[in-house]
């Protein structure tokens, strides 16, 4: 089980909004001890998405222990649920993660009432799930600053377990990102901490598939599963992670030289 910190599925680049280049943070994550990263740099738009393709694998990496992928963060385009980058484009890529961010939230903070909101953006993840290119929801739910300034309370039981069941039904993955709290320090920690356990309780117990990643926007934060080991502990989520298919046996081959 430990071996899953080892691979962090969410880190960003100079090529987007991060600090380092390719080169640093593949050195960073080796000096860590992590088995494998995937550059996850953000995409707004095809030209976007284009020129990062591009910029990936115009970097020629040196050999590394450390197994890299290429991916990308797309976003929501609208409560369609659609990414703003063309599905023939998102292929490309090694590991495509979508999130939710103004350009969403924006849309929704038309709507006003807090309820309606709530009901409105997991009905968009729904519909998100939908999406063949889409792996990884990252950072579902991180919507407690402005515009929106909507707390995890907001999501009843009913609504967190129709999506749940979105999640599972279209085979979509639910990303446990170390620095959810960032989305959400209106609040205090220890409520944050609880109203998010009891997602995860129901993401759970519906048959969720998790990821892990860091979000790191430097080559400090890579593998930095701190809170994230937390939640992983007190939920008991032995088995429920998914890894890219390149990382899955180089684990699986970890873990056979280990018994031997």
Not at 156 to 168: P, S
Not at 226 to 250: C, T
């Given at each position: 089980?430990?071996?899953?910190?080892?691979?962090?599925?969410?880190?960003?680049?100079?090529?987007?909004?991060?600090?380092?280049?390719?080169?640093?943070?593949?050195?960073?994550?080796?000096?860590?001890?992590?088995?494998?990263?995937?550059?996850t740099?953000?995409?707004f738009?095809?030209?976007?998405?284009?020129?990062?393709?591009?910029?990936?694998?115009?970097?020629?990496?040196?050999?590394?222990?450390?197994?890299?992928?290429?991916?990308?963060?797309?976003?929501?385009?609208?409560?369609?649920?659609?990414?703003?980058?063309?599905a023939?484009?998102?292929?490309?890529?090694?590991?495509?993660?979508?999130?939710?961010?103004?350009?969403l939230?924006?849309?929704?903070?038309?709507?006003?009432?807090?309820?309606?909101?709530?009901?409105?953006?997991?009905?968009?993840?729904?519909?998100?799930?939908?999406?063949?290119?889409?792996?990884?929801?990252?950072?579902?739910?991180?919507?407690?600053?402005?515009?929106?300034n909507?707390s995890?309370?907001?999501?009843?039981?009913?609504?967190?377990?129709?999506?749940?069941?979105?999640?599972?039904?279209?085979?979509?993955?639910?990303?446990?990102?170390?620095?959810?709290?960032?989305?959400?320090?209106?609040?205090?920690?220890?409520?944050?901490?609880?109203?998010?356990?009891?997602?995860?309780?129901?993401?759970?117990?519906?048959?969720?598939?998790?990821?892990l990643?860091?979000?790191?926007?430097?080559?400090c934060?890579?593998?930095?599963?701190?809170?994230?080991?937390?939640?992983?502990?007190?939920?008991?989520?032995?088995?429920?992670?998914?890894?890219?298919?390149?990382?899955?046996?180089?684990?699986?081959?970890?873990?056979?030289?280990?018994?031997?």
């Open positions: 089980m430990k071996n899953i910190f080892q691979y962090d599925l969410h880190t960003h680049t100079s090529f987007s909004d991060g600090r380092n280049d390719l080169l640093t943070m593949l050195q960073s994550a080796e000096s860590y001890g992590m088995a494998g990263m995937v550059f740099d953000h995409a738009s095809d030209a976007e998405a284009e020129r990062l393709w591009t910029n990936y694998h115009s970097n020629h990496l040196p050999a590394s222990k450390v197994k890299i992928l290429f991916g990308t963060e797309t976003t929501v385009a609208d409560l369609s649920g659609k990414p703003v980058v063309s023939d484009i998102l292929r490309k890529f090694d590991l495509v993660l979508m999130d939710c961010n103004g350009i939230f924006r849309q929704l903070a038309e709507l006003k009432d807090p309820e309606n909101i709530a009901s409105v953006f997991c009905n968009t993840l729904i519909n998100a799930c939908s999406i063949p290119e889409i792996t990884i929801l990252a950072h579902p739910l991180n919507c407690g600053l402005p515009p929106l909507l995890l309370e907001r999501f009843t039981n009913e609504m967190l377990g129709n999506l749940a069941d979105a999640f599972v039904r279209h085979g979509k993955v639910f990303e446990i990102m170390n620095q959810m709290y960032y989305w959400h320090t209106t609040t205090s920690f220890e409520q944050f901490h609880s109203e998010y356990s009891r997602i995860v309780q129901i993401m759970k117990e519906a048959g969720v598939s998790f990821s990643g860091s979000d790191s926007h430097s080559c934060g890579i593998g930095n599963f701190s809170w994230a080991h937390r939640i992983v502990e007190e939920q008991k989520l032995y088995g429920d992670f998914f890894l890219p298919e390149a990382f899955a046996k180089n684990l699986e081959k970890d873990t056979n030289s280990q018994r031997h």
